[in-house]
């Protein structure tokens, strides 16, 4: 009989995954380490389950410990879930601005929640930091967790994580993307990664994407700290240094803003299928600006720190993201993308030598228009269109046996994949249609139509 003793014995060893729609030709090789798959939902469960043990070896927990702890969520919950397991109790403290769903996840465990305010310095006596340590001190038999000082923390990812992506790697990482949260798992994984690739005369860069408004961009390139903003990312960027952080190992730290890393998630899951939260946006976001760089031949891995299912409140929620202005008219509406996934078709082409007269009748046939015409040896595509077709022939410039080159006109109104529809539409003031274009090749053709249907069936 093949089973496992415990969920817990299910945390780590997640997979990578290729990135294929969102990476172009000329970028690095997108790869994602999916910590949403450890049973928690999160990378968090990694660390919560050795800090536990860690404690439990050194005499800091007893039986019947209450475990208390400051989190955005992730941590409570892989807590949580060890807790429930290993028969402890746990009280959390998590700032208003987290989701919902996440509050109610904890509550699911059997965890006690205290919600508290996200617009105090870390200090303040109100903040969750401050009540989770109060609260430590006041309750019998409790064990404050600390996540963002207990270096069993970052020691986890330099036992498991770093390991994990330098195997399914074969060694071969150029880079590894992810967030800093405490900065454990960045700090343990990029520790192991380096070592490891210094061993072998290799060079592993590594680089974190952070939220516009965090502190952690203008530490890392030793700039005056700026009063820290407020963003709505959740679990990445702080307002305060943390002692699990080691800023020795991270070659990079760049600011992402809330709107980018949101419509990020929302096209991760929407082109790739994998559904992340809005500090997996940023981490996305980060990956594809590397990928670019670092350009073709080059293995990019970036952390996938949490499910999107935590987050359908906020950036999955198309009102949510309109009330807080990062959803405007053109994200609305769609894609190019979108429509030609909702009505695919193919393209039909007119050949070069062919005649009028077949085109006409193929136009006829087919209920359509409009046809490109393929260019001789590979230059500029050419369209005809009906009207074209009607004023040639009528006038007698040309006759049905003349060939289509010689009516066709330049193709106007191209736009390519991941252009809005609000752009198609502006196109439609000056065109029939509007021809997608991909690598130079015509993919699509978009009629006035085909968009009415897409945004009926959208609406």
Known sequence: MKFHESVLDLIGNTPLVRINRMRDPDMSDIYIKMEQLNP?????????IHMIRRAEQRGHIKPGATLVESTSGNTGLGLAMAAAVLGYRCIFTIPNKMSKEKIGMLKAYGAEVLVTRTDVPHDHPESYVEIAKRLARETPNAWYVDQYNNMDNPETHYLTTGPEIWADTDGQIDCLVGGIGTGGTISGAAKYLKEKAAETGRAVRIVCPDPAGSIYADVFH??????????????????????TL??????????????????????????????????????????????????????VVVILPDSGDRYISKCF????????????????????????????????????????????????????????????????????????????????????????????????????????????????????VAVTIEKGEVVGIITKIDVVEFLAARS
């Open 40 to 48: 928690g939902g999160s990378v968090k469960d990694r660390m919560a």
């Open 222 to 243: 030793k700039r005056e700290v700026a009063d820290p903003g407020i963003y709505m990312v959740e679990g990445i960027g702080h307002d305060f240094l943390v002692g």
């Open 246 to 299: 080691d800023m020795s190992v991270i070659d990079d730290v760049f600011p992402v803003s809330d709107r980018d890393s949101f419509l990020t998630a929302r096209r991760l899951v929407r082109e790739e299928g994998l559904l992340g939260g809005g500090s997996a946006g940023t981490a996305m976001f980060g990956a594809l600006q590397v990928a670019r760089e670092l350009g073709p031949g080059k293995i």
């Open 317 to 432: 929620d198309d009102e949510w993201m309109k009330d807080m202005g990062f959803l405007g008219l053109a994200e609305r509406l769609g894609t190019v993308r979108d429509l030609l996934q909702f009505k695919p078709h193919e393209v039909e082409f007119a050949a070069p030598d062919e005649t009028l007269g077949s085109v006409a009748g193929r136009m006829s046939e087919l209920g359509i228009s409009q046809m490109p015409v393929k260019s001789i040896g590979g230059g500029s595509y050419q369209m005809i269109h009906e009207l074209d077709l009607l004023r040639t022939l009528a006038s007698g410039e040309h006759t049905a046996e003349d060939q289509v080159q010689c009516a066709a006109a330049t193709m106007n109104g191209q736009v390519s994949l991941d252009d809005p529809l609000s752009k198609v539409q502006r196109i439609f003031d000056e065109n029939n």
